[in-house]
């Protein structure tokens, strides 16, 4: 992975806080090239980081942190600069067509083939990638950068737009070295993740005046007038589907998904592949094997819970077999979870709704240590089936109105925790979410992760399908099946569910969690107090160790990891 920063501002200023900026992502690449833009001198490039007391007046001012050191920079006689997060995964098919239209290239880069697609194509370059990218481009005739960003959000890319500069970076801490942004809550995004367990929306930031890019969109902000930002979508799901008979749908379900698996595996070894044993992780790490062959050795990341017993166990050894890959299996705990809570938050950056989000840091340092770079995930399949659709929800209003004594015993809750609050009606959980979750969780150790299910053609073909075909398969994931009849073991093809092959999240809050919220209560290390009623969580918390329900354990747990990133972020509330 690489990271990137950048400042642009309408008038000169001094930009030597990007160095800052730049060195709180040193995890995400070792490489210290920087790049960076001062307008109107000229585009300069330096191989060695500049000093971070340097003062350097400019309108502009971008530095990159490259994955490698083969990553072109410029094109067209430092026209275009690039500072790009990221693969496009067709590559080699876009460098034939464009060296068809006179390109020529000096790496194999991929940065090499956007800088060619954006001058041959403009931002409509974008929709003939197929990858996981966060593009700043730089085009100095124009005066223009351009940012993007993939379709789902897999690279992330945030912003804060204030006082006429705009500045952007792979992750936010870089964001929170600027001078004039204070690290303050965003409150309403807080309550929508303690009330639904996610936001509400995709380009939605724990943080006051941060925002993610929003996926599938691309911005062209003027040197001379950065800010307001602008994002304009450049993708719309396309009908992939010829044929409505039953026979051929399956066969060219199968095709596109060998495909999009293949591409993810190019140039990509030594490659493996996250296999929980459920049914959607085999069937990747099954198609994984048929791209890869039989003498090219695969590896797979298994966690494994001592509640799940030996059907867990047995499970994740099918998949492996499946997969004739080379077992990894990582043990998460309770206790090593809160441990190493601190170092997790700082990396995530954003509170998370479920401890699964520590069970795949696990995976990703079991891969750091297993030296494979390339981890394939199978996140998406909800995505790719439609199980994305909006609820039907009554209109936004307060949660004592909204969550009467009628109601459940978690919903009751909230009223009482918070009864003045606004949350936004339950949606899905934006996709980007958790992609760019797991995305920290994988740069932490020097991992990249790939999405074969959310390959956009995939997508668009599952989610064009006829209503007619639809009712004939029956079950969402139906399709898949099909199309894997035969390759799965019939234990993990019968599978309905996999709860015991995830997180326990009950037994790790009684065993570890509950009880350090509560001594977070009694010691006055509770920054949610301006959200949450105190003296109602600390009646809950102590009520729920004594006599434990299972539906308030989600909502707790959410509580408990919302105040611990308060604490490890120093969050100023919003009141």
């Not at 958790?434 to 074969?452: K, R, V, W």
Request: net charge neutral; aromatic share 8%; with cysteine.
């Amino acid at each position: 992975m690489a990271a990137i920063a950048g400042i642009i501002a309408s008038t000169t200023e001094d930009l030597r806080c990007i160095h800052a900026m730049s060195g709180s992502m040193s995890h995400r690449a070792a490489s210290e090239q920087h790049l960076w833009v001062s307008d109107p001198i000229a585009a300069r490039y330096d191989p060695t980081p500049f000093p971070s007391t340097a003062p350097h007046p400019a309108r502009a001012c971008l530095v990159q942190r490259p994955a490698t050191s083969e990553e072109a920079t410029t094109y067209d006689n430092e026209r275009f600069w690039l500072a790009m997060d990221g693969d496009i995964f067709n590559a080699d098919e876009l460098r034939v067509d464009l060296a068809a239209r006179g390109h020529r290239f000096r790496t194999a880069a991929d940065s090499e083939v956007v800088l060619a697609a954006f001058k041959e194509f403009g931002p409509a370059c974008l929709e003939r990638f197929n990858g996981a990218f966060a593009i700043v481009l730089l085009d100095r005739h124009a005066r223009q950068i351009m940012l993007a960003r993939d379709r789902f959000g897999i690279r992330p890319l945030f912003y804060c737009a204030q006082r006429h500069r705009l500045s952007v970076a792979s992750e936010i801490k870089a964001l929170l070295c600027l001078p004039e942004l204070r690290a303050r809550l965003e409150r309403h995004t807080l309550v929508d993740f303690i009330c639904h367990g996610n936001p509400a929306r995709d380009t939605a930031s724990f943080f006051a005046h941060v925002q993610a890019f929003p996926p599938a969109h691309y911005a062209l902000v003027a040197l001379d007038a950065p800010t307001p930002l602008a994002p304009q979508p450049y993708w719309q799901p396309e009908a992939l589907v010829p044929s409505t008979e039953e026979t051929a749908v399956v066969t060219q379900f199968r095709d596109l998904f060998h495909t999009a698996v293949a591409l993810r595996a190019r140039h990509r070894q030594p490659i493996g592949a996250c296999l929980s044993g459920g049914f959607d992780s085999t069937a990747m790490g099954v198609m994984l094997r048929e791209v890869m062959g039989k003498n090219t050795a695969l590896h797979s990341f298994s966690a494994c819970f001592d509640e799940g017993g030996q059907e867990a166990r047995t499970a994740i050894t099918l998949a492996s077999g499946a997969a004739q890959s080379l077992s990894n299996t990582t043990y998460p705990m309770a206790e090593d979870f809160m441990a190493e809570l601190d170092t997790l938050l700082w990396h995530q950056e954003q509170p998370f709704p479920h401890p699964a989000r520590y069970s795949q840091w696990c995976l990703m340092r079991t891969a750091y240590e297993a030296q494979v770079p390339f981890v394939l995930e199978s996140t998406g399949t909800n995505r790719l089936f439609g199980f994305h659709e909006a609820l039907h929800t009554p209109p936004r209003q307060g949660l004592s109105a909204l969550l009467p004594w009628g109601r459940s015993t978690s919903e009751r809750a909230l009223a009482r925790l918070m009864p003045n609050y606004q949350p936004a009606p339950p949606m899905p959980e934006p996709l980007a979410f958790p992609l760019q979750a797991s995305g920290h969780n994988g740069m932490a150790f020097g991992i990249t992760l790939s999405y074969p299910y959310l390959d956009h053609r995939l997508v668009e073909f599952t989610q064009r399908l006829p209503a007619s075909l639809r009712q004939h398969f029956g079950q969402p994931k139906a399709l898949l099946h099909k199309a894997m009849e035969g390759a799965l073991p019939e234990p993990i093809r019968q599978r309905h569910g996999s709860d015991k092959l995830a997180t326990p999240l009950d037994q790790w809050m009684q065993a570890a969690i509950l009880p350090a919220f509560l001594r977070d209560i009694k010691q006055s290390r509770l920054p949610l107090v301006p959200v949450i009623h105190g003296g109602e969580l600390r009646e809950l918390v102590t009520r729920q160790l004594h006599r434990p329900d299972t539906a308030l354990t989600p909502i707790l747990f959410r509580l408990f990891i919302a105040n611990r990133w308060m604490q490890r972020f120093n969050i100023a509330p919003i009141i």
